[in-house]
């Protein structure tokens, strides 16, 4: 029991709410976790995989009507509307918590309700935010103590936190996915998520805390909360190892870019990848002035479609071992996992993630879209060494990463800061999977923070403009990337994966000062023959072709762009307007 009689009476207000069979309270202990396993694989809340071939793995199966976030069901709960902003769903607080409680009452009924104190960010880091999670799931019970710092030292921290802490709330009620709902009360400090047992719905430590109500904390406390990851890069004209962070949608290769695998040609050339953090950045002005960033998480919830050995080994390696996968297809010869592009051999005696028998040849996919994996960051084979430093990490540059088929080139630099800014604002990208709705659909996504941001967009681009003009001539240099340009066939043009090292080291390069650039409408581009592409079968014309900049799709972008920023309900940043009037 933590003593801090604001948690006590917390705790004790939920019990009276949720009537569960029992309280536990989550230590993170590894004894603890060996018995939650037990009890789940028990339930058939997981199942358990072969573990000498995959030691410490589990599979579990969502409700098949939750498997993904959703967004027209996420909420922002402030006392005035304009806070929150266009981009969220707004909901008055008051009337938000009675509904949502007249949904959880006696809900746990039959359940134990288990009480996991956590921290975001180092908890010996001023990054470090601490909460608490009710939930009647043990597999959100596992998986927060993957996500997040959960342990007994955590759990001394809240003796004198007095109220400064998260309540977060998970239901899992009955999966009614018409009375789903995801609400943030930035003010109040507060998650309450019924009728979802989704990773990015019920590990409320993460898109959650981490992002929607840690960005309205930082605009308040001076820093940044950001859908970034963090990345290392050594390179041979390097004394040191440059740190990178990169922004880029749900789904876009956030986790692949973050555990890059190189080509063994550039490993031989003195290069090397290290992986930070792959999902979540909090960034702060640092006592020498500079930009520093820190993983929020611990681990790592991370798309398995797609991922193999050939294209990301590093991906595939971190979920090798003590891992909860989340709606593969079980083998059931040898309990062991497989998905659709995993490698060319599919089992041939399978169950799919609906739990109905599976084979290749059945017609149908075995394996959900947005399959998950949760595993600890420390499984990672690249994992940086200063993963985990209270300090953070130096940040060199920052990447902005958009899905588009057309139109945005390869890689691309802003002018400055604002510049930089602008950039951020009119990224747009096609949807993915890692949401509901449609899929490929072109929309605006400033950031990569559109189903993040806790308030204002137009606060939020405001207060990137406002840490800029602190950072002054410290501030790093800000970037476009594209990786998904298509030919007429409809194919990617460019390869990706780990030749995405070639454009980082143009990066690296142009933050060193050592390359010129071409001047366009919408930044700085490479000059032909700064990108390596020697050993790469790719056509040199295609090429040049995603590497520069249509002048008449970027006309017609503008015109979306107004189209866009005419839908802000406050004023968009007049540097932000000067600099489109400008383009």
């Known amino acids: 029991m933590i003593r801090n009689k604001y948690v006590q009476s917390w705790i004790q207000e939920m019990n009276e709410l949720l009537s569960p069979e029992d309280i536990v309270w989550?230590?993170?202990?590894?004894?603890?976790?060996?018995?939650?396993?037990?009890?789940?694989?028990?339930?058939?809340?997981?199942?358990?995989?072969?573990?000498?071939?995959?030691?410490?793995?589990?599979?579990?199966?969502?409700?098949?009507?939750?498997?993904?976030?959703?967004?027209?069901?996420?909420?922002i709960c402030c006392e005035n509307k304009i806070d929150a902003g266009f981009t969220n769903n707004w909901w008055e607080p008051n009337e938000a918590i009675n509904k949502l409680f007249s949904i959880a009452k006696d809900s746990y009924q039959g359940r134990i309700m288990y009480v996991i104190p956590f921290s975001m960010a180092n908890p010996n880091s001023e990054f470090c935010k601490l909460g608490i999670e009710i939930t009647d799931s043990i597999y959100v019970a596992l998986s927060m103590v993957t996500m997040s710092r959960v342990s007994k030292e955590v759990s001394k921290k809240f003796s004198s936190a007095g109220e400064n802490w998260t309540k977060c709330l998970h239901c899992s009620c009955n999966c009614d996915k018409d009375e789903r709902y995801i609400c943030h009360f930035p003010e109040k400090n507060m998650v309450i998520s019924v009728n979802s047992s989704y990773g990015g719905n019920a590990l409320l430590g993460k898109k959650c805390l981490a992002l929607r109500l840690a960005s309205y904390m930082g605009k308040k406390e001076g820093w940044l909360a950001e859908h970034m990851l963090i990345m290392g890069i050594k390179a041979p004209y390097n004394d040191e190892v440059k740190y990178i962070c990169a922004s880029f949608p749900s789904g876009c290769g956030k986790t692949d870019l973050a555990m890059m695998k190189i080509s063994e040609e550039y490993e031989k050339k003195g290069y090397s990848v290290e992986c930070v953090g792959d999902d979540i950045s909090w960034l702060r002005i640092g006592p020498d002035g500079r930009l520093w960033a820190m993983n929020a998480e611990h681990g790592v919830f991370g798309a398995c479609a797609g991922i193999n050995r050939k294209n990301n080994p590093n991906v595939l390696e971190t979920s090798r071992k003590n891992t909860i996968f989340t709606n593969v297809i079980l083998n059931n010869d040898n309990k062991t996992v497989w998905w659709e592009g995993l490698d060319d051999n599919p089992p041939e005696n399978a169950t799919d993630w609906l739990g109905d028998s599976w084979d290749k040849d059945c017609g149908r996919i075995g394996a959900q879209k947005n399959s998950r994996f949760a595993a600890p960051i420390t499984n990672c084979p690249c994992l940086s060494k200063e993963y985990d430093n209270p300090n953070g990490?130096?940040?060199?540059?920052?990447?902005?990463?958009?899905?588009?088929?057309?139109?945005?080139?390869?890689?691309?630099?802003?002018?400055?800061?604002?510049?930089?800014?602008?950039?951020?604002?009119?990224?747009?990208?096609?949807?993915?999977?890692?949401?509901?709705?449609?899929?490929?659909?072109?929309?605006?996504?400033?950031f990569g923070m559109l189903p993040f941001c806790g308030y204002n967009m137009s606060d939020y681009l405001q207060h990137w403009i406002d840490m800029g003009a602190k950072l002054g001539d410290?501030?790093?240099?800000?970037?476009?990337?594209?990786?998904?340009?298509?030919?007429?066939?409809?194919?990617?043009?460019?390869?990706?994966?780990?030749?995405?090292?070639?454009?980082?080291?143009?990066?690296?390069?142009?933050?060193?000062?050592?390359?010129?650039?071409?001047?366009?409408?919408?930044?700085?581009?490479?000059?032909?023959?700064?990108?390596?592409?020697?050993?790469?079968?790719?056509?040199?014309?295609?090429?040049?072709?995603?590497?520069?900049?249509?002048?008449?799709?970027?006309?017609?972008?503008?015109?979306?762009?107004?189209?866009?920023?005419?839908?802000?309900?406050k004023p968009v940043p007049r540097e932000l307007i000067e600099i489109l009037n400008q383009s």
């Open 393 to 446: 990490v130096p940040i060199s540059a920052i990447i902005l990463g958009v899905k588009r088929k057309k139109m945005t080139p390869l890689v691309f630099e802003a002018q400055d800061w604002n510049h930089g800014v602008f950039i951020g604002s009119i990224m747009s990208s096609e949807t993915t999977v890692a949401s509901s709705g449609k899929v490929g659909v072109l929309r605006h996504d400033p």
């Open 474 to 569: 410290k501030a790093p240099k800000i970037f476009g990337v594209n990786w998904f340009r298509t030919d007429d066939k409809e194919e990617y043009i460019w390869p990706g994966f780990g030749e995405n090292i070639r454009v980082i080291d143009w990066i690296l390069r142009r933050c060193n000062g050592s390359l010129d650039v071409e001047m366009s409408s919408l930044g700085l581009l490479p000059k032909e023959g700064d990108i390596k592409i020697d050993g790469l079968v790719i056509d040199e014309k295609k090429f040049k072709s995603i590497c520069n900049l249509d002048a008449k799709m970027w006309n017609d972008e503008t015109k979306k762009i107004k189209e866009f920023y005419s839908k802000f309900d």
């Open 26 to 75: 989550v230590d993170g202990s590894e004894s603890q976790m060996k018995l939650f396993k037990s009890i789940a694989c028990g339930t058939l809340e997981l199942i358990e995989l072969n573990q000498d071939l995959m030691p410490g793995c589990y599979l579990h199966r969502s409700d098949e009507s939750d498997v993904c976030r959703v967004e027209d069901r996420t909420f």
